[in-house]
């Protein structure tokens, strides 16, 4: 069994693959200012049963190796899915015939990363070890399925579980090796009920995985995979009877599961650097943020503190190191409201310079896999827990809607204007939750959204979540992603219900 906790700053241990591939790769390197090498092999298994029939497990392997090759201001990549000697000498050989073709291409000069003489390990913590027999892991996903048809109205139902594991290895010509080892952990819950004409589905974490996490199979526990099925089973029928969610302008209490997307869509994605310096514009679009807005600008009232948090144990996207090398470090990208720092690389931070002193991004520049440049990416963004109660929150409530679990998004290429759906939602009238109400819906601006949070959940709210299929980049590149929140109340927010 493996202890939980993670990083350790002694030389990690290697390989004999591993050694001899850093050994060739130092001996063999081209004439360069700088380089890098990134090794990655993941495994990922995929387990599903529906309607009580077992889908046939799938299994895939995706390993490879990629360089950088920085020569005066060009910085060129080349990956391979040779892992041999072989393989790494054309890999260098394409990377720096790039860099010298691209020498009048670059504005400004690279910085070279990570810290020389850097090195350590990080690896995922896990309590519980993975099942070694195929057939204990397929009954776990057949029972959870199982007990998800409660009834005849309940008309599908399924049961997923993901299980990855990925080794990742970084080294230059001065520092490392840094060694990383991932589990991760994807399980979900989906139930479907239909009343009459009324179908509607409810679902563990989501319809993009949200409850996922690093760990062994005590993640299966924390989440109730084996016992939530009736629960769930349960809310579909009960949303199928269930009124419409009538529209109004008012508070709004959003649960973890809810509040996870909210993060992701109309605060991570505006942060990152690169959007905002306009490089995704031609794909997934630009960002409502501006350089100059860093130190200044009210992003939210005085209660939002969002975290960049690498060090979240168990949380989907910890880690100690980034795809370039760089340390991972907590901080805080918007303090009691105010924004402080985007999230980049150190590209990006180079080009800011030129717009505004104030941008300092934060380390968490990463790739999709062995074959993918890393590119500013979010990573662990959480927000801070406060210091209310569900139920304090719940009390201080004349008239709203609590929602959990998102269903449905839709928002602008400047990642400002936004409008979610949820799977749940439940009026509260006068201080006290009242009926169940099916396609709660809610729209807002994000500039201004986050001005009318009026009240943080406290820690025993606070849940960790996350969605395996964050999607930005050319060629795409989807990735991990973690987020954290508390329940969050928020004031003079458009709601509104969905079709029968």
Sequence with gaps: MRAPPRFSSNPPELTAAQQALIKHARHHAPRCDHWSLRLVHETTEHLEARQNVIAAPSRAV???????VTIGKAQAYAASPDTSAAGLDAAFERARSLAVSLQDHFAHHPIATPVSNMTGSYQSPCEQPIP????DRIETVRAAGAALHIDDRIVDWQASLSLTQADHMFVTGDSGPMVQHFDFVVPNLR???RVGEITQTRTMAGQYNGYCRQGGWEVLAQCRFGERGPEISADAITLAEAPNCPSSTTDVLLMPDQMMLQIHESI???LELDRILGDERNFAGTSFVTPDMFGSYRYGSDLLNVSYAPDVSGQYASFAFDDEGLPAERALL????ILRRPLGGSASAARAQGFAEAVQPVATTRASSWNRAPID???NLNIEPGDS????MIAATEHGVMMQTNASWSIDDARNKFQFGCEYGRMIRDGELAEVVRNPNYRGISASFWRNLKMVGDTASFEVMGTPFCGKGEPMQVIRVGHA?????????DVFGGGA
């Excluded at 070694?132 to 057939?135: D, F, H, I, M, V």
């Excluded at 508390?486 to 927010?493: E, V």
């Design 389 to 392: 109660s569900v139920a304090s």
């Design 268 to 270: 991570g994605h505006p």
């Design 62 to 68: 995706d390993a490879g190796l990629m360089v950088a």
């Design 132 to 135: 070694q027999n195929l057939a």
């Design 191 to 193: 139930a479907v009920a």
């Design 334 to 337: 918007i303090e009691r409201g």
């Design 485 to 493: 929140a508390p329940a969050c109340l928020f004031s003079g927010i």
């Design 377 to 379: 990416r979010m990573s």
